[in-house]
């Protein structure tokens, strides 16, 4: 079955660490995003990339990092200049031509900073 | 730019009650509009989708109809379960402006008490 993986489901990690998200897709999706969400809060998007070896900035991308080699994979870096790093990250892929353009999720990273 | 407002929540109906959740959206473009679904600690899911104007998505017992003129996608369904329990997002993509990228409300939690 097509979709995307996101692993670990929980992390741990002290202050100061940088620490490394990963997500996988098989659907052959150009498009690939990350986002962060809070309790009780909606989504944030942190990056987002739309082609192998490109990616732009989303609304919160300070302290962040991606990078996206390969079609399949777009790893998120939370480094040590994130101020708050603890939250649900979640992952999600589309189609960039056609329409609609709906996004496929992963099951979500909860990352836990102390 | 492009917006989506939901209702605010959080909302907590008994079974089998009527479930309405509003949704307006602001967007330059020609949207798709979305509803999706996320369960506790889950990522999200696409519940139902309608890609122009007077099209009605629905999916497992839920309807929402694309309203262009009162630029609305309000979400409704007859008979909620303690099973729909979950937080609803409210979404829109707008190829032309936002390049495949999703606007995302704010989400509106649903309780169900048997």
């Known amino acids: 079955d097509g979709g995307i993986t996101q692993s670990p489901k929980y992390l741990f990690r002290k202050e100061g660490q940088n620490v490394t998200l990963s997500c996988e897709q098989n659907l052959n999706h150009d498009a690939m995003y990350w986002y962060r969400q809070d309790p009780g809060q909606g989504l944030r998007l942190i990056y987002y990339s739309q082609i192998v070896n490109d990616f732009q900035k989303g609304d919160i991308a300070e302290g962040y990092s991606v990078s996206r080699e390969k079609k399949e994979s777009f790893p998120l870096t939370v480094t040590s200049a994130q101020k708050n790093p603890t939250a649900f990250y979640l992952c999600a892929s589309s189609v960039t031509s056609g329409n609609p353009f709906e996004q496929y999720f992963g099951p979500g990273t909860r990352l836990t900073v102390t | 730019?492009?917006?989506v407002t939901q209702m605010e929540g959080p909302v907590t109906l008994s079974e089998e009650a009527f479930l309405t959740i509003n949704c307006t959206y602001t967007a330059t473009g020609?949207?798709?509009l979305f509803w999706y679904v996320q369960y506790p600690g889950e990522g999200l899911q696409l519940l139902l989708k309608a890609t122009k104007a007077d099209d009605k998505g629905s999916n497992k017992g839920f309807e929402a109809t694309y309203r262009k003129e009162t630029t609305s996608f309000h979400l409704e369904k007859g008979s909620v379960q303690?099973?729909?329990s979950a937080v609803y997002?409210?979404?829109?993509?707008d190829r032309e402006t936002n390049a495949g990228k999703s606007t995302f409300g704010d989400g509106t939690t649903l309780t169900v008490k048997p």
């Open chain 2, 1 to 3: 730019g492009n917006s």
């Open chain 2, 30 to 32: 020609y949207p798709s």
């Open chain 2, 82 to 84: 303690v099973s729909d």
């Open chain 2, 89 to 93: 997002f409210c979404a829109l993509s």
